[in-house]
Every structure is written in structure tokens, then in C-alpha cells.
């Protein structure tokens, strides 16, 4: 009996998308706003979407990854000043009618160590400079996205209009 050969049919490369002072994402993985410590319950702390501290939180991780890129000036952070995350209140709302969470704690394992973390699962609109919502759609939003979490996607995006066939370079190479 032979190998079975496994083959895609096509390859896709998805567009990238346009980005404007304000935004609509989802998040795919949960955001964490909070850094966990060592013997500190200050991670795993409710922070309700709706507020600025949480908006505040998630602006201070931006502009500090921002920044350890080391591909923006003085100039761009003076632009970047603007940032405000509205969540979807309606979402938010039918949540809350149906019990439902929003807002869970996750566990975030670093050389070993466990540390428990509160991760976010919701819609928002982003108003912030178009580099940042690249930064933010390319890299995540919060703490721990080396790790997952932020994930983030375009809300109302139809994904089948946001990818083209890719053609290989090379002709010898059918996809």
C-alpha cells in the first residue's frame, strides 16, 4: 500500500487591509491589560471594558512595544497620543442579560512559573493612528501576545473579498 500524498489545492495570501484613525476588531485570542506578579492578585482583577482604565492599561502595553520596535520618533508617539477603545456596548449587553462571560482567568506560564492572568473576549471599535491599528492587527493588543494572547481581526470583513490566489514564482511549482 503507498503513502497516501496530501497537497493543497490552492494557496491564498490574505490583503492587507486598509487602516484609518478608526477601527473595528474582534478579538480572536483575549486580551490581557494587567501583567501578572509574583504573589499579586492585581492580574487577575476586574477591569470593566467601558472604563478608561481599561482603555488606559491596554495604551501604556501599545506604546511600550511601540517603542521596544524602535521603528518610530519622537514625532510618531506625539501622534500616537490619541488611542481610546470603545467596546461594543450592545454586545457587552446581551452578554450580561444571558449571564454570559466576557472576561475570564487564564493561566500564563513563564520559565515554569504559573501565573494566573484575566483575558478579555469582545468588540470594540479602536480610535488610534493608522500605524497603530497596523501595529496592533499585525502584532496584538496587551500583554502576553507573544504568547497568543491579543489576537485581533477586522470586525464585518468578509475574509473570502480579504485574500487572492498566490501565484509560485517558480513554474515548476503548481498551487
Known amino acids: 500500500m503507498g503513502e497516501l500524498q496530501i497537497s493543497p489545492m490552492y494557496t491564498e495570501i490574505e490583503q492587507t487591509p486598509e487602516f484609518a484613525d478608526e477601527m473595528k476588531f474582534l ?3 483575549p486580551i490581557v491589560p494587567i501583567k501578572a506578579s509574583f504573589n499579586s492578585q492585581e492580574s487577575k482583577r476586574f477591569i470593566t471594558p467601558e472604563t478608561d482604565e481599561f482603555s488606559d492599561l491596554l495604551y501604556e502595553s501599545t506604546l511600550q512595544r511601540l517603542e521596544v520596535t524602535g521603528n518610530y520618533s519622537a514625532e510618531d508617539f506625539v501622534r500616537f497620543k490619541k488611542f481610546q477603545l470603545v467596546p461594543d456596548e450592545a454586545y457587552l449587553q446581551r452578554l450580561r442579560e444571558k449571564e454570559k462571560k ?3 482567568i487564564y493561566s500564563v506560564y513563564n520559565q515554569d512559573v504559573r501565573y494566573e492572568v484575566r ?3 469582545l468588540p470594540f471599535k479602536l480610535y488610534a493612528a493608522p500605524e497603530v491599528q497596523e501595529f496592533l492587527f499585525n502584532c496584538g493588543l496587551g500583554n ?3 504568547k497568543g494572547f491579543g489576537m485581533l481581526d477586522i470586525a464585518n470583513a468578509n475574509p ?3 485574500t487572492e490566489r498566490y501565484r509560485f514564482k517558480s513554474a515548476d511549482v503548481e498551487a
Request: net charge positive.
Open 119 to 121: 483575558g478579555y473576549t
Open 144 to 146: 502576553y501576545t507573544y
Open 27 to 29: 478579538c480572536i485570542s
Open 102 to 104: 466576557f472576561a475570564r
Open 160 to 162: 473570502i473579498e480579504r
